[in-house]
């Protein structure tokens, strides 16, 4: 099965039209870059994927099964979203707190919390942070206090919208790594990016986005084919 499928998929904010009979689908382990020009309909899609938004027309299928309004929040589970500004995830006065909000309202008992809080700092580069304040981070840590809070969901997939935006190369270095590794343990990883070089060097699936369709899916070779 693949790890999503969307097909025909429309939507609409009030008049304007976002998504425009998007298709595509995306195989278990992949490294995607999910590229193209703003305004292309990425951020409605990843709203989509993330089930806080159902598509007008068309269908989103996450390994196999349908979402709708009645069983997105179950599948959500299976696919963790980290927000291109960290400030819109981040909301608890310390990172441990913060980590832990997601496993804890799984109903997960403490010890398994804390399990995973420590897991996911360590996985993030973050190990220690716990009682830090994550407000007095900077940028590229608050960067990974979210992604570490998707983590401790234990997702199947995870989506970035723009993780590279704003850091600076030494972070960038890290963040690429981190994904590797994400990867290796057996992730499916989307990245929403406008870095070429990027994605050249890191995805092994291109997917092109333009006015709401799809205009061109492949392996990164593509980036480099002329119009
Ligand atoms: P991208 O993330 O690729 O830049 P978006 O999904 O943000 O694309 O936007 C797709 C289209 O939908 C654009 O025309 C954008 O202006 C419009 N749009 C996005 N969000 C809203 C919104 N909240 N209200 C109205 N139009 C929106
Ligand atoms: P991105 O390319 O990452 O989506 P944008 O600058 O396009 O960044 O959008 C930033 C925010 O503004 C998003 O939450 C998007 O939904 C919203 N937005 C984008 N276009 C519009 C619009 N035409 N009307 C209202 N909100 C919009």
Same mark, same amino acid.
């Given at each position: 099965k693949p790890a999503i499928e969307v097909r025909?998929?429309?939507?609409?904010?009030? +008049?304007?039209?976002?998504?425009?009979?998007?298709?595509?689908?995306?195989?278990? &382990?992949?490294k995607v870059a999910l590229m193209g020009p703003n305004g292309a309909g990425k951020s409605t899609l990843i709203a989509l994927l993330n089930g806080l938004e159902q598509p007008s027309?068309?269908?989103?299928? *996450?390994? &196999?099964? !349908?979402m709708s309004? +009645?069983?997105?929040? @179950?599948?959500?589970?299976? *696919?963790g979203v980290v927000y291109q500004d960290p400030d819109d995830q981040i909301f608890s006065p310390t990172v441990g707190e913060d980590v832990a909000f997601g496993p804890r309202n799984l109903g997960l008992d403490e010890t398994s919390v804390q399990q995973r809080v420590a897991e996911a700092l360590?996985?993030? &580069?973050?190990?220690?942070?716990? +009682?830090? +304040?994550p407000f007095e981070l900077s940028y590229g840590q608050k960067r990974r206090v979210a992604i570490a809070g998707v983590l401790a969901m234990k997702p199947d997939v995870i989506? @970035?919208?723009? !993780?590279?935006?704003?850091?600076? !190369?030494?972070?960038?270095?890290?963040?690429?790594? @981190?994904?590797?590794?994400m990867h290796s343990d057996?992730?499916?990883?989307?990245?929403?990016?406008?870095?070429?070089?990027?994605?050249?060097?890191?995805?092994?699936?291109?997917?092109?986005?333009?006015? &709401?369709k799809l205009l061109a899916s492949g392996s990164p070779e593509l980036?480099?084919?002329p119009e």
């Open positions: 025909e998929a429309t939507f609409h904010y009030g +008049s304007r039209q976002a998504l425009n009979g998007l298709s595509f689908s995306i195989r278990q &382990g992949a027309s068309g269908e989103v299928t *996450i390994f &196999g099964e !349908p309004s +009645s069983n997105a929040q @179950l599948l959500r589970r299976r *696919i360590h996985a993030v &580069g973050l190990e220690g942070f716990d +009682s830090r +304040s989506v @970035l919208d723009e !993780p590279m935006a704003f850091l600076d !190369p030494k972070s960038r270095d890290q963040l690429q790594q @981190l994904l590797e590794a057996g992730l499916t990883v989307i990245v929403a990016t406008h870095d070429v070089d990027f994605a050249a060097e890191w995805a092994t699936d291109v997917l092109m986005m333009k006015e &709401g980036l480099f084919e």
